[in-house]
């Protein structure tokens, strides 16, 4: 086991009706902004919910944070935070909206341009304090100190992280999702599914726990995934469903082992290219990645076959290309394809994506950085 | 799963080296009392290497702190801190002195009798700060808020719980364990284990990752704690059993599911009566206890038949009867003795143990609180 250091104080407050003890975890007397996307949770009454549990509070609104939240629109909430004098920011969505408000949390104290969070790792002191009414499982963002933050003017899709970026506190009430449209669940559940192998599909590390941690995951996201799509008002399976994608990211199972994360870094810049959802591109690269790197991830990918797909027959190749194979199923089984065609794009493509990697410096990708350049394009070409 | 909250705002520094990084934890110019138990960590260097790691700290010492620390002993550090304006506390040992610390950073500030906190559930407002320096993985001290204080004057064996006695920070350096004797590894091991069963052998709640969780923690304690007998040097086994037993109690287990800790009640009086070590007082209860709660706990029993140890023929009254022979065996196979007569301890002890448990109210125990007096009778008969 590599040495680690753990600290995650999120609170979380999860089931059914917890929204109303939020008042009680926001500091009296504080200014509250309510930042969330488009509207959804507005038709589904979720906002209301939250505005009265707010009653006793100053609340200020902002909507139209967009999936892959974009700078620009964030910029518009911070100048509206600071006008205000806004000392308590309430996220209420998905992964979007929580990413984009841990942005505007750390913004509106910032005395630079803060493009150069995001650009340039610029050091963050303090954010203003946050929590979060979750109402999509994917991300993990409600109990994690990260987030990705997009700009349409240069196509750019960067990261930050900082310790003063957890949420003070992380509403999950399972009954939320409900209504969520498909396509919104089968993501999460790629999401999810891909935030577990980027921390488990690398190399032994003689972290038992960890290991069993993240395969009892990515066996929950099997078993849970297709019911959630099949039986979309099932309590207990949403209720699975929703911490699972949670304890996917909040750095429990990646504390001491080696991470990868270059799907994550070449599906970025799908998106910021081409549009696709986040985990379409999860979807489209992983069975690749896993192709690629089949050497270097060999011993954990035998493992990977044995416990999660209980493959124990064959010779060790044809078990590895089983498990891809089984792992392409599954996403293509929630409806996300994963191909590169499937979405319409051609190996014509492939140039740009990987002008974006160079322009952003990823060209030592993987747990052991030797995912360069021309192997990250044998990926792209991989998911043709 | 249940609605639960969850937070853990305590910092883990895990891994060889990690004591020197302790000074950045705690407050610049802070008042510092090392508390530690009867000489270990002075003979092993741990101390010394503690101290080191304070020396730009006023340090203060309190040495003695017994295994199931007494509040006698601990009034003594309580008026030592209160005498010298302790404002941070170092606790340097295993769940004992980590309990027993926790004791005293509640009761330095509180304005009442001590006592209270133990014996009525006195409301605790404030706690001095504190952090840890473990050296025996077993209790889970290190990662949690509640603690366990016996008093010698009465027999009595109480817990008390806050959400302000959470370490600060806790070091986990598992080769400072090489040195433990054998049986306070094996203590440590059915400690973990037992945890982890009160949270897990219950009744199903549609909990699905806190089932594979605890079962991960169990099946790692299975493969690793013969191993940490066998290999006491060998760090990827210390690590894995270190970290294991600090999440088999930091409240994610338990997270949303029911709890019984009812071998641990029974436990705690035959601790107080007869000084069993607290780990041989679960050896020998568990596989009772299973024995009377086989109804109620009988969904469960047979997944921990099938997933832990795989046993998948015969009737399901067979596997159980297995499932828990193999438990009552793998502690025998630790050197831990699973029958009261084991200890000199014969069936006329029972009715003062009975006498206990209705003394402090442990009259209707279990997940169902159905564990009468009678029942727990039958618990202690069936463990002779």
């Not at 190749?317 to 794009?345: C, K, M, W």
């Amino acid at each position: 086991m590599q040495n680690f250091t753990l600290h995650n104080p999120t609170r979380i407050l999860f089931g059914q009706g917890r929204i109303a003890d939020i008042s009680r975890e926001i500091p009296t007397g504080a200014r509250v902004l309510v930042t969330y996307g488009g509207g959804s949770v507005v038709k589904t009454g979720t906002l209301a919910e939250v505005k009265s549990a707010l009653k006793d509070f100053t609340v200020f609104e902002f909507a139209g944070i967009e999936p892959n939240p974009t700078y620009e629109t964030l910029m518009q909430a911070i100048e509206l935070a600071r006008r205000e004098q806004i000392d308590f920011l309430l996220a209420v969505g998905g992964g979007s909206v929580i990413d984009g408000t841990k942005f505007i949390a750390a913004a509106i104290p910032f005395s630079g341009d803060p493009w150069d969070i995001l650009a340039k790792g610029a050091a963050i002191e303090r954010a203003i304090p946050f929590g979060s009414v979750l109402t999509l499982p994917a991300t993990g963002s409600e109990m994690n100190n990260f987030a990705v933050v997009s700009r349409r003017a240069s196509s750019d899709k960067l990261a930050f992280s900082s310790p003063v970026v957890f949420p003070l506190f992380s509403v999950l009430d399972p009954s939320k999702t409900f209504t969520l449209p498909p396509r919104q669940v089968a993501n999460g559940v790629v999401d999810a599914f891909v935030h577990v192998t980027e921390q488990y599909l690398t190399y032994p590390a003689d972290a038992k726990v960890q290991d069993r941690f993240a395969e009892g995951l990515l066996l929950t996201l099997i078993e849970e995934g297709p019911r959630a799509l099949q039986e979309p008002e099932n309590y207990a399976v949403r209720a699975n469903l929703m911490w699972t994608a949670t304890l996917a990211l909040n750095g429990l199972i990646g504390a001491g082992v080696p991470q990868d994360w270059a799907t994550h870094m070449l599906g970025h810049e799908l998106t910021a290219l081409h549009g696709l959802d986040h985990a379409q591109t999860l979807a489209v690269l992983l069975p690749a990645m896993l192709q690629v790197c089949r050497e270097e991830k060999r011993e954990k990918l035998l493992q990977y076959a044995d416990r999660i797909w209980g493959l124990r027959e064959g010779n060790a190749e044809a078990r590895i290309n089983q498990a891809i194979e089984h792992t392409r199923q599954f996403f293509e089984s929630l409806q996300v394809p994963t191909r590169l065609s499937d979405y319409g794009i051609g190996t014509e493509a492939i140039s740009a994506l990987m002008a974006q990697l160079e322009r952003h410096g990823m060209v030592a990708l993987g747990e052991h950085q030797d995912l360069d350049i021309a192997r990250s394009q044998q990926v792209y070409e991989m998911a043709a």
